[in-house]
């Protein structure tokens, strides 16, 4: 069964700390992962997309990696911020239709300032 | 990025009615939609697939009798709960690749939440 998991759960750190927060997967044949932010009772706002060929993508403050090998990946947010409060989701696409994700339970996590 | 709205962001109705929920596409065509379904503290669920000019297509364990989509136009998908119950009470989101986008990246609705009494 292909099943995505994100750890921790929730992440609460002070305004200004570099922080990681980690998504699995188990099944490695990927077709590529995305990487979304939502906020409370809102939609999905995309963050980085990663093909399966690719091992990171940058975007501002933020990084994503992947490494297919082991099923993870791993997004680092520099120079945290409140604003950045919110829930991050990773999502699987193994091919076939487009929007058949499997998402994680996502990290929520809390910025203080 | 692109721009996917979605209308009403919050509905409450009574058991037995059925509610529609809109899905645009603004600044780009889209032939295939995706409608999500998120319950409290789980993760998203792929629903069924939405698409411009035929039948949706939809996952298994969904009822396509209860859960109506129709896609008219390349800008909007509805999705109609018919005779909803409680147990219909989620957050629904959809989603659409756009082709200016990166191939593969979805670009997702701001959700609707629905409460049925």
């Known amino acids: 069964k292909q099943e995505v998991t994100q750890i921790p759960a929730a992440l609460s750190v002070p305004e200004g700390e570099n922080l990681v927060l980690n998504c699995s997967f188990t099944?490695?044949?990927?077709?590529?992962l995305q990487w979304f932010r939502q906020d409370p009772g809102k939609g999905l706002t995309s963050l980085l997309l990663?093909?399966?060929?690719?091992r990171e993508q940058t975007s501002g403050r933020l990084n994503a990696s992947l490494d297919k090998s082991s099923g993870r990946s791993t997004l680092y947010i520099a120079a945290s911020q409140p604003g950045d409060s919110a829930t991050y989701l990773c999502a699987v696409n193994y091919g076939g239709s487009q929007g058949n994700l499997i998402f994680g339970k996502g990290t929520k996590l809390s910025v203080k300032p | 990025g692109a721009v996917v709205s979605q209308h009403p962001s919050w509905v409450i109705c009574k058991s037995g009615t059925s509610v529609k929920i809109e899905c645009r596409s603004l600044d780009f065509q889209a032939t295939t939609m995706f409608w999500y379904r998120q319950f409290p503290k789980q993760s998203l669920m792929l629903m069924a697939t939405?698409?411009?000019?035929?039948?949706?297509?939809?996952e298994q364990g969904v009822e396509k009798d209860k859960f109506l989509i129709n896609h008219a136009s390349l800008t909007l998908s509805t999705l109609t709960v018919t005779s909803a119950h409680p147990e219909d009470s989620s957050f629904y989101i959809c989603s659409a690749p756009s082709g200016l986008a990166r191939a593969g990246e979805l670009f997702f609705g701001e959700g609707s939440r629905l409460t049925v009494l």
């Open positions: 990663i093909q399966s060929s690719q």
């Open positions: 939405s698409n411009e000019g035929s039948k949706a297509t939809y």
């Open positions: 099944d490695s044949a990927i077709y590529n």
